[in-house]
C-alpha cells in the first residue's frame, strides 16, 4: 500500500504567552489522541512550557496522556517557536480564507501524496496572527462553508476528514489495480 506525506497539526498559541495555563494543557491532552489516530505529527508553537512541563501534565483526556507520551516517544510531537522545514507546505486553518490562498480538504488530501503539510490551528478567540496567515502557503476552510469552529472541534475535524479522503484515494488506487 501506498505510504502517504505525514500531516502535522500545528498548535498556534494565541492565548497568554508568558504563562503555563491550563488551556494550554487540556489543548495538548486533546489533541495527542486525535493526532495519533490519525496519523498526524503534532507540533506546539509559541507555548509557554518546556518538554518537562509536557511531561507533567496530567489528565484522564486520551487514556491518561498515552497518546502524548506515544507521540514524544515515536519523535512526532514537536516544542516550536517557528515553522519547520520537515513541516512541509504551511497552511493555516481559517473559516475566512483569502480567495487567492483558498485550499480544500480534497487537494490538501492530494497534496499529502507529494508533500508533507503542516496545518495551523488557532487556539482561542484570537485565532491564527496576521503573520501566520501571511506566510502561510493555503488557507483551508475545512467546512468549506465559512463555519467558524471552537478550537477542539477543528482540532478533531481537521485530521478526520483529510484522513477520511486520503483513505478513500487510497482505496480507490487499490480497487483500480484489480
Known amino acids: 500500500m501506498k505510504k502517504l506525506k505525514r500531516m502535522t497539526v500545528i498548535l ?3 492565548y497568554d504567552k508568558l504563562r503555563w495555563h491550563e488551556a494550554h494543557k487540556r489543548a495538548i491532552a486533546r489533541a495527542a489522541p486525535i493526532c495519533y489516530a490519525y496519523d498526524c505529527n503534532m507540533a ?4 509557554p512550557c518546556s518538554m518537562e512541563d509536557i511531561l507533567n501534565i496530567k489528565t484522564t483526556i486520551g487514556s491518561s496522556g498515552k497518546y502524548l507520551e506515544q507521540l514524544i516517544d515515536e519523535n512526532r510531537f514537536f516544542i516550536v517557536d517557528k515553522f519547520l522545514p520537515q513541516f512541509g507546505v504551511p497552511i493555516a486553518s481559517t473559516s475566512k480564507p483569502e480567495e487567492t490562498k483558498k485550499i480544500s480538504p480534497q487537494d490538501v488530501a ?3 501524496n507529494k508533500k508533507p503539510v ?3 490551528i488557532g487556539l482561542g478567540r484570537h485565532g491564527l496572527p496576521k503573520d501566520i496567515m501571511k506566510t502561510s502557503v493555503y488557507h483551508l476552510d475545512i467546512t468549506e462553508k465559512n463555519i467558524s469552529l471552537e478550537t477542539c472541534t477543528a482540532i478533531g475535524a481537521i485530521p478526520a476528514k483529510i484522513h477520511t479522503i486520503t483513505q478513500l484515494q487510497l482505496k480507490s488506487l487499490e480497487i483500480k489495480k484489480l
Not at 506546539?44 to 507555548?47: A, K, V
Open 110 to 112: 492530494n497534496l499529502l
Open 44 to 47: 506546539i508553537m509559541d507555548f
Open 12 to 14: 498556534y498559541n494565541s
Open 118 to 120: 503542516g496545518i495551523y
